[in-house]
């Protein structure tokens, strides 16, 4: 898994409310170049090693605007002294290795959203074939990124040069709920977690031995609903 930086340009944000916000909506002033909305969210990466699979919250807005522009000359006061735009997704390794990343496409059965890196993010050795089948009673580990201890608090707590810093946390649950299909392949699978919140809606679920399990689609207090990885390798090959 990886960490998946989402920066969502402010003309970005602009775009998608006015397609999906409010009939009419009053502004001070508009966003300059450098103004962002960063979402932060764990990544599954494919077999390919370049492919990612991420829950991205404001998903809309990349798909509002897939055809325009990165950044449209001269508008929203973008000028000289703006200085270059950081890249709008990049990845971060467990190693710490930052790769650029483009936005592929949203699949709509399962709400993740698709990733590509600009180069391989790591080499994946032999078949990852699929997982076990899960069952009521297993224990899950959820990971996401969580706060550093050094900066314990809300998730947007930076210092004084805006440097963000952040963990991989880990959150361990257990499957409560197993529904299948009249083939008996597991259809939704939901698991109870002390630690859960909203906050860890995108978070990457393996089993106690850490084979990938799924993506927690949605979450909510101690109770999260997770996409299963086969559903995820789908969507990957749509």
């Keep these: 898994m990886v960490t998946v930086v989402h920066r969502l340009s402010g003309w ?10 409010p009939p ?41 605007t897939f055809a325009a522009p990165h950044f449209p000359s001269g508008l929203f006061g973008a000028g000289k002294s703006a200085g270059p735009l950081l890249p709008e ?51 899950v580990h959820l990971y996401a990124p969580t706060p550093a201890p050094q900066l314990a608090g809300d998730m947007g707590q930076t210092d004084e040069v805006g440097t963000i810093y952040l963990d991989m946390g880990r959150a361990e649950g257990r499957l409560v709920e197993v529904r299948r299909a009249t083939s008996g392949s597991p259809t939704r699978v939901t698991a109870r977690a002390p630690r859960a919140t909203p906050a860890w809606t995108g978070a990457v679920a393996t089993n106690e031995s850490g084979t990938p399990l799924g993506i927690v689609a949605t979450s909510g207090t101690h109770e999260t ?10 969507a990957v090959d749509r």
């Design 12 to 21: 970005k944000l602009l775009a998608w409310l006015a397609v999906s916000g």
């Design 24 to 64: 009419a909506l009053e502004i001070d002033e508009f966003p300059s170049a450098t103004d962002v909305h960063t979402n932060i969210v764990a990544g599954f990466v494919s077999d390919d090693g370049r492919s990612v699979m991420a829950r991205l919250p404001q998903a809309e807005a990349e798909l509002e």
């Design 89 to 139: 997704f990049t990845l971060v390794s467990s190693e710490g290795k930052r790769v650029k990343a483009s936005f592929v496409g949203f699949d709509s059965a399962t709400g993740l959203s698709l990733l590509e890196a600009e180069e391989e993010l790591m080499t994946l050795s032999g078949d990852s074939g699929h997982t076990e089948s899960p069952a009521v009673g297993q224990l």
């Design 225 to 234: 609903r997770i996409v299963l990885v086969e559903d995820v390798r789908a």
